[in-house]
């Protein structure tokens, strides 16, 4: 069935760092993926997607490219902030079924000054 | 938050009562969805319902009931019959049919449930 493998955490990163949180997937045909947020005691928040190969979500520095040759989709950023401490959930649209979406374990992110 | 309310935002109750979380939406949008976080697990789907008065089982839906009388509305009960219904729930809506974009879901700030 369709999955999805997020990287383990806890990411520990100095500020200005670069950061990769890689996410891989499993599906059948073109499902569309993305990125979400969760900062401490809240809801997800859309990060960013990308519904064909090749695309690039980009959103608030942060960048995924669609990869179909290799079932990735990483999320990358240039220089991490301190704000920027969340756990990072990586998900695919399946529409198999029914449509949902199928989500990563997630992937703690704790940026220190 | 994200056009989605969820009541309250902590619940304590005891073991063997019925619970009803609330979620709300204001954006007309015709799916919902109720998902289940555990710590350090990702989202898992209990219920969703796509059009008023019909609602299907997602991967979880034991333990849980659901209702969608309403266009705005879709609360879940955690029965007595849930095993471990101690969690952070999490409400979404979905413009899946209103929208040209594609299947993006938007999340309620949650309800963390406390049963001893």
């Known amino acids: 069935g369709n999955s999805v493998t997020q990287m383990e955490g806890p990411v520990t990163l100095s500020e200005e760092a670069f950061l990769t949180i890689n996410c891989t997937y499993t599906?059948?045909?073109?499902?569309?993926l993305f990125w979400y947020v969760q900062y401490p005691g809240e809801g997800l928040q859309l990060l960013l997607k990308a519904t064909k190969a090749d695309d690039k979500g980009s959103n608030k520095g942060f960048e995924a490219t669609y990869r179909k040759e290799t079932t990735s989709f990483h999320l990358e950023k240039g220089s991490v902030q301190v704000s920027d401490s969340a756990v990072y959930f990586c998900?695919?649209?399946?529409?198999?079924?029914?449509?949902?979406?199928?989500f990563g374990a997630g992937t703690r992110l704790a940026v220190h000054p | 938050d994200g056009g989605i309310t969820q009541s309250p935002k902590y619940l304590f109750r005891k073991e063997g009562q019925n619970v009803t979380l609330s979620c709300e939406q204001n954006l007309n949008h015709d799916a919902m969805y109720w998902y289940r976080q555990d710590p350090g697990q990702g989202l898992r789907l209990i219920y969703y319902s796509q059009i008023v008065n019909d609602f299907q089982k997602g991967d979880i839906a034991e333990g849980y009931s659901v209702s969608r009388e309403k266009k705005e509305s879709f609360p879940l009960t955690v029965t007595s019959a849930q095993k471990n219904p101690t969690a952070f729930y999490l409400c979404a809506r979905d413009p899946l049919f209103r929208t040209g974009r594609t299947y993006e879901q938007y999340f309620g700030p949650g309800t963390r449930l406390t049963v001893t």
């Open positions: 599906a059948t045909g073109y499902p569309s």
């Open positions: 998900a695919l649209y399946s529409s198999g079924g029914y449509n949902k979406l199928i």
